[in-house]
């Protein structure tokens, strides 16, 4: 087939280099500034939010691209022109691309975009408010978070850390974020050990009445079922979509399996939870699972019914 109509080379405002580019720009600047002030912190606000735009849009332009009020930006973003009059193209905010990247990119998890978002949110409130947002945060607390998530982006772009903040600073930075794992671990075996010696001090009647109901509870409807690493129970892990469902037809029916990651955590025997990937990964909770579904094939394929919730008309005459 031919196409009769050729698109232009990526504008600079939807080109992942020329988004990469700027993203170098503020942490150089950032690198420029001492750690322990405010605007070490909103520099590197600024190189994030490029840095997560460059690699969504190496990715595809198109998915920077907001059309809530049209499609004229879209249209932009794949390489023409719109003759829409004063035509001002518009990109998603900044939280929807840290979304956006948690569902494509299979090693971003759901802490580096909530990350993402709550650290670009402060240099919101920093620009468009009165409030001093990153004033007293010390860096050691946003310090590692911001560097694993840069490396997973970079790392999405066929780059690495050296690449935005050169080879002294990456050096740190992968001190600072096997540190914080570290941490991090501690952290999540002392809650573990906590709930255990609290299991074991409650009356052995009433450790088998909170186990039946914990097995009784823990369906797989509502959750993937393990067993609880502070008391024995079953327990669940619940998670998101990292790949795209598969269904397979037998006979009548059609067996639907997509993976997920987990990352949330719970025992209502015990009243142990867990959230984050890093945390439950610790826990030997992190291997991805399968969601499986089962439907009848007929009812699968079935065209939708408009007017489904609707009651029947029976005024007939």
């Known amino acids: 087939?031919?196409?009769?109509?050729?698109?232009?080379?990526t504008p600079d405002t939807w080109n992942p280099e020329a988004l990469f580019v700027k993203a170098q720009r503020y942490v150089e600047n950032m690198l420029a500034t001492d750690s322990d002030r405010w605007e070490y912190a909103l520099w590197s606000s600024l190189s994030?939010?490029?840095?997560?735009?460059?690699?969504?849009?190496?990715?595809?332009?198109?998915?920077l691209a907001d059309s809530k009020d049209g499609w004229a930006s879209l249209f932009h973003a794949l390489g023409f022109k719109p003759t829409e009059p004063k035509f001002t193209p518009k990109s998603i905010a900044v939280s929807e691309v840290f979304?956006?990247?948690?569902?494509?990119?299979?090693?971003?998890s759901k802490e580096n975009s909530d990350f993402g978002i709550l650290h670009t949110g402060r240099r919101n409130s920093e620009l468009h408010s009165g409030e001093a947002a990153f004033e007293g945060i010390s860096a050691s607390k946003w310090q590692p978070d911001y560097y694993h998530a840069s490396e997973i982006l970079l790392r999405s772009m066929g780059m690495s850390l050296p690449d935005l903040i050169g080879d002294e600073e990456a050096e740190i930075a992968a001190k600072l974020i096997e540190a914080a794992t570290d941490v991090s671990a501690k952290a999540v075996l002392g809650d573990i050990e906590g709930h255990k010696e609290k299991w074991l001090a409650r009356p052995a009647e009433e450790r088998a009445a909170q186990t039946q109901a914990a097995a009784i509870w823990a369906t797989r409807q509502h959750g993937h079922r393990v067993l609880c690493p502070a008391c024995?129970?079953?327990?669940?892990?619940?998670?998101?979509?990292?790949?795209?469902?598969?269904?397979?037809?037998?006979?009548?029916?059609?067996?639907?399996?997509?993976?997920?990651?987990p990352n949330r955590f719970e025992c209502i025997a015990c009243g142990l939870k867990i959230s984050g990937l890093s945390r439950l990964s610790v826990a030997g909770l992190g291997e991805r699972y399968k969601k499986t579904q089962v439907y009848d094939a007929a009812e699968y394929y079935a065209p939708q019914d408009d007017y489904a919730g609707y009651e029947e008309d029976n005024n007939e005459r």
Do not use: W, Y
């Not at 087939?1 to 080379?9: E, H, N, S, V």
């Not at 994030?48 to 998915?63: D, G, H, K, M, Y």
């Not at 327990?235 to 639907?256: H, M, N, S, Y």
């Open 1 to 9: 087939m031919k196409q009769t109509i050729a698109a232009d080379p």
């Open 48 to 63: 994030l939010e490029f840095l997560a735009r460059a690699a969504l849009a190496n990715v595809s332009p198109a998915l």
């Open 99 to 108: 979304r956006r990247l948690a569902a494509i990119l299979p090693d971003f």
């Open 232 to 261: 024995t129970s079953h327990a669940l892990v619940v998670g998101e979509p990292v790949t795209a469902p598969v269904q397979k037809l037998d006979d009548d029916e059609i067996t639907e399996t997509q993976e997920h990651l």
